[in-house]
């Protein structure tokens, strides 16, 4: 098992190369091709500017950004172009760039400019280009979105969920859905059954940011939704993960796990017991029911990692499993204990816990040398 909490590194060279010179310079001959009021040379001097120095998405700002001057056109005549260049960049990260000149330069034009972004998300993702216009104004922008999930297309319907999340990564916190969640509750509720698991991951995504603002307000409306249907019983496991590994009750019982565990622990253990940074550890579990009929169980582990002002606790998931009465759970689960940018280890015990819906069983660790 890798750590679950690693966060992609924007400094990563891996992926600021995204952009380089060699990509930068197809794009041009691109825009070229597309467009005789294109002037390569201000848009080579301009992307490639010091780019070394430069992290994953000022490069991409950058590129966006020579990509205007050097078009130089009216933005209805600049987005002809753009429209022309998406389905030759293909797909993925690098198309950014073209929600993200909607972003800057087609703002005065609401209306066409979320036409484009809808357009320019089929190759890659307008997610974090749509979120300025949500900020200025939520209300006409989250009504289109609203309208978008009834598109026929999966990435339009995503962009509906994805772009409105409170706290999407790498993107600001649109503070006004922050701050009421019923803004983007109806895209939400007209996704909860979409038959794309890509949409449906996003509105799970953004059901998690949510309950980590509102818990109370998200647990009274997904009381409200079908639990029987397989879509939405996913989602909603999938939404509230971070109140299921925080062991509320609520959002337990909303999955099925709404009775404490009934268990006999037979081992629980982690090896080896003494470790240094870059090693492996792995967690063995020996569960019995003693339950007379079958049971939900929520498995998860904590690790109390040491830091220099006390213990910080992380909640991993195990699994989630319908146990009968009398059966046997063995599991395991390994992880190697490393530096991230996100995560730094210090020496000492490391507690370990084992917990069956949201209550610890059983107690273990390990140490960690320097």
Known sequence: MTDTAVQPDLKEPALKEIFDRARIETIAGHLADLSPAFDRACFLE??????????????LGQVSGAMHAALDLPVERALDVLRDLAPRMGSGFATLILP????RFASDDTDRALDALAFFTRFGSS???IRPFIRRDPAHVLGVMTDWTADASEHVRRLASEGGRP??????RLEAVVADPALTWPILDRLKTDPAIYVRRSVANHLNDVSKDHPDWLLDRL????RDHPHIAWIIRHGLRSRIKAGDTRALALIGADRPAELRVEAAAITPARIRPGDRIT??????????????????????????TGISRKVFKLRTVDLGPGERLQLSRSQVIRDFSTRRHHPGHHTVELLVNGVVLAVTGFDLGS
């Open 46 to 59: 301009a992307a490639l500017r010091d780019l070394d120095d430069l992290a994953l998405m000022a490069r």
């Open 100 to 103: 993200d000149w909607v972003a």
């Open 127 to 129: 997610e974090f280009g």
């Open 167 to 172: 706290r999407l990564p790498w993107s600001f």
């Open 223 to 226: 009381a409200g939704w079908d």
């Open 283 to 308: 967690l063995a579990v020996d569960l019995v029911s003693t339950a007379a009929t079958p049971q939900r169980l929520v498995i998860d582990y904590a690790i109390g990692y040491v830091r220099p």
